[in-house]
């Protein structure tokens, strides 16, 4: 069983920054893309960011040239680097793997607990 582990989350004001991380913990498995999703009060859960094993990234359009997804392998963490914030990025963020399990050699999607991110002033 893998588990993921999210901090950083926070209270901000407008333009401000925070840095979200991701580890993954648990035995005998592989990681391949690992992700960012949001979901605000009333709104179904959305992409926020994604980054593949190899390091190719993909981000939703309100958050592109603001935020930042990275990760470090030989820590199974990822990062999420969230600048110039606005309101609107007020949202409980989730963080995503796709994991393989070098037992069963089957793959799976396992999330985060969530960690809540608010905007204001």
């Known amino acids: 069983q893998v588990q993921l582990v999210e901090s950083g989350g926070g209270v901000v004001q407008p333009g401000g920054s925070l840095r979200l991380s991701c580890a993954a913990s648990?035995?005998?498995?592989?990681?391949?893309?690992m992700g960012w999703y949001r979901q605000a009060p009333g709104k179904q859960r959305e992409m926020v960011a994604t980054i593949t094993s190899g390091g190719s990234t993909n981000y939703a359009a309100p958050v592109k040239g603001r935020f930042t997804i990275s990760r470090d392998n030989a820590k199974n963490t990822v990062y999420l680097q969230v600048n110039s914030l606005k309101p609107e990025d007020t949202a409980v963020y989730y963080c995503?793997?796709?994991?393989?399990?070098?037992?069963?050699?089957?793959?799976?999607?396992?999330w985060g607990q969530g960690t809540q991110v608010t905007v204001s002033s």
């Open positions: 648990g035995r005998s498995f592989r990681i391949n893309a």
């Open positions: 995503n793997a796709n994991i393989l399990s070098t037992t069963t050699w089957a793959t799976r999607d396992y």
